[in-house]
């Protein structure tokens, strides 16, 4: 089964609730879907901060646009919020 690689952009509360939620449901979130979902890549602002959820085989930068531009992934998700960058 071909998967569906999903890009998360923003890793803070929301990005990182989105991941773990997608982890926690992945056998039925695939099942209904018919593909395997694989978040395969993220962006955040930091690299070197303290996540709050299991990145293990996310490939993580701080180049959101190099995440939009590549062409292995389907579906981006943006969760980075508010109109500037977060203080």
Same mark, same amino acid.
């Given at each position: 089964m071909q998967s569906v690689n999903v890009g998360i952009l923003g890793l803070g509360t929301v990005g990182s609730g989105t991941i773990a939620v997608l982890r926690r449901n992945l056998e039925e979130i695939s099942r209904r879907a018919? *593909?395997?979902?694989?978040? &395969? *890549?993220?962006?955040?602002? &930091?690299?070197?901060?303290e996540r709050t959820v299991d990145v293990s085989g996310i490939d993580i930068t701080t180049d959101a646009f190099s995440i939009v531009n590549d062409p292995n992934i389907d579906v981006v998700v943006e969760l980075i919020g508010g109109t500037t960058i977060a203080k």
């Amino acid at each position: 089964m071909q998967s569906v690689n999903v890009g998360i952009l923003g890793l803070g509360t929301v990005g990182s609730g989105t991941i773990a939620v997608l982890r926690r449901n992945l056998e039925e979130i695939s099942r209904r879907a018919g *593909r395997e979902i694989a978040v &395969t *890549r993220a962006a955040d602002r &930091t690299l070197e901060k303290e996540r709050t959820v299991d990145v293990s085989g996310i490939d993580i930068t701080t180049d959101a646009f190099s995440i939009v531009n590549d062409p292995n992934i389907d579906v981006v998700v943006e969760l980075i919020g508010g109109t500037t960058i977060a203080k």
